[in-house]
């Protein structure tokens, strides 16, 4: 993760090594500042401390704190699991608005 830019993404892409940044830049990047190893950092105004917990992927960065992962953790797999019910029910042919109760009666 780089609170800035990087260059050749389509490179770092097809690398499979995953690069999650600010931006692109089609000079080379200059470093400003190397923060220690080891010590809590600051990313586009959010906390970062060892031990915290980092997910990303190409939609967002999140970060938790390493207090909070078992509760968050446990939140995020019941959430995973309510969704794969509701994809199989989709799969079976069951309507969304039923799913979710909704009434959808239609006028003529």
């Keep these: 993760m780089i ?7 389509a490179g770092l892409a097809a690398s499979g090594f995953p690069v999650f940044h600010r931006g692109s830049a089609p000079a080379p ?4 500042t ?9 990313v586009a105004g959010v906390s970062v401390a060892p031990g915290d917990m980092v997910a990303a992927d190409c939609d967002a960065v999140v970060v938790v704190a390493r207090a909070e992962w078992l509760e968050i953790e446990a939140c995020a797999r019941g959430l995973e699991v309510e969704e794969d019910e509701l994809r199989e029910a989709l799969g079976r042919g069951e309507r969304l608005g039923e799913l979710f109760g909704l009434d959808f009666e239609t006028s003529s």
Aim: hydrophobic share 30%; charged share 35%; aromatic share 0%.
């Design 29 to 32: 990047c200059v470093k400003e």
């Design 3 to 9: 609170d800035g830019a990087v260059r050749d993404g």
């Design 34 to 42: 190397a923060p220690s190893v080891g010590e809590p950092i600051e």
